[in-house]
């Protein structure tokens, strides 16, 4: 009966080899097409990856020469005496530096385009994180930053948006734009000019006019300079596009105490906040009106700006909903009331003193 049984399992394993060795030989054809495909020829294991290897492994008594292809089986057997003598596997190499610290190293480099490795490692040893200069220096150069002994040969440009950023509360930015005015010679267009204190969001509103001449861009150049006077708003920088309706002594009158900064062609985005004004000064009011002479326009226009700068809550970065009036304390006590301007066009609502 024995042998019956043997024979059976005999037959059996002889019809289930061929399939298990080719089963065999096509994981190994696959490794050795992996293998080929890696840049390096060094693969190191972590420790989990080398206890299951030796689990396997045990089970064929650890009889792998032919069948280990990530490490030399010279690799395999030390593992074996170093697991004989209880030692533990540990991960190799340095320890990687934790992602907190690798994010401060591109958040130094993406605020401060002016420092190098060596300023950002002296920045992160104040706040208790030591690095190596190698160290940083590599961090920076994955993210595609310039390495500092480039700095010195080519000092990356500063970018626009942190130009503007860095000095909004000295900065101020002006535009004209055109509002149609249908008179009985015909539609006839109306120029208007207005200046905006990037810091503050108050914006300047000149009259308007038919001809945009130099004499009247200079008037409106010295109204908005007592403007900003008036307000104590300091101004350093004035951003404007090319348009030729500004004057060569536009720049000269403000050349003693700010720069005049002239916006690339055809690149409305470089002087994003008079644009964005622009836009919702026509969405919210101007395209609402069919105008029929200039003094008109200047009512809905100083109505409007007043209502701008002292009533309109802004949604602006860092202007949390809030009127652009400093001095602006919001009543908790009173009947709430509405006012209608520009037929109802503009409308606030305001507490009335009981």
Not at 73 to 78: F, G, M, Q
Not at 165 to 194: E, P, Q, W
């Amino acid at each position: 009966m024995d042998r019956v049984v043997y024979s059976l399992f005999a037959i059996a394993a002889q019809w289930f080899r061929p399939r298990y060795n080719a089963k065999f030989q096509l994981l190994e054809a696959q490794i050795r097409m992996l293998r080929s495909r890696i840049d390096t020829n060094r693969i190191v294991p972590t420790p989990a990856e080398k206890d299951e290897l030796l689990r396997v492994g045990q089970s064929i008594e650890h009889d792998v020469a032919d069948v280990m292809h990530v490490v030399l089986p010279s690799t395999y057997r030390k593992w074996v005496r170093q697991r004989r003598k209880g030692y533990r596997f540990v991960p190799s190499g340095r320890p990687r530096i934790p992602e907190a610290a690798r994010r401060l190293v591109l958040r130094f480099a993406d605020e401060n385009l002016r420092w190098g490795f060596r300023r950002i490692v002296g920045e992160l040893k104040k706040l208790g994180i030591r690095m190596g200069y190698t160290t940083a220096r590599n961090i920076l150069k994955e993210a595609g930053y310039f390495p500092a002994p480039d700095k010195a040969k080519k000092e990356p440009p500063l970018p626009w948006t942190t130009f503007v950023h860095a000095n909004m509360a000295s900065m101020v930015g002006c535009d004209f734009f055109t509002k149609r005015i249908y008179t009985l010679r015909g539609v006839i267009d109306a120029y208007v000019l207005i200046f905006i204190h990037l810091g503050t969001r108050k914006v300047y509103c000149s009259s308007s006019t038919y001809h945009p001449d130099a004499t009247w861009v200079m008037q409106q150049a010295r109204n908005a300079s007592m403007w900003l006077d008036e307000n104590d708003l300091d101004m350093r920088y004035l951003i404007r596009d090319r348009d030729r309706k500004f004057p060569d002594e536009f720049d000269a009158f403000w050349k003693p105490g700010a720069r005049c900064i002239r916006i690339p062609i055809k690149a409305p985005k470089a002087n994003a906040f008079s644009e964005s004004f622009i836009e919702s000064l026509k969405r919210e009011c101007l395209n609402k009106f069919m105008c029929f002479g200039l003094d008109q326009l200047d009512y809905i226009l100083t109505t409007w700006i007043r209502h701008y700068n002292t009533e309109r809550p802004h949604r602006g970065v860092g202007r949390d909903n809030t009127v652009l009036d400093e001095t602006f304390v919001p009543k908790t006590e009173g009947v709430v009331c509405s006012k209608e301007e520009l037929g109802g066009v503009i409308r606030s609502y305001y507490r009335e003193a009981a």
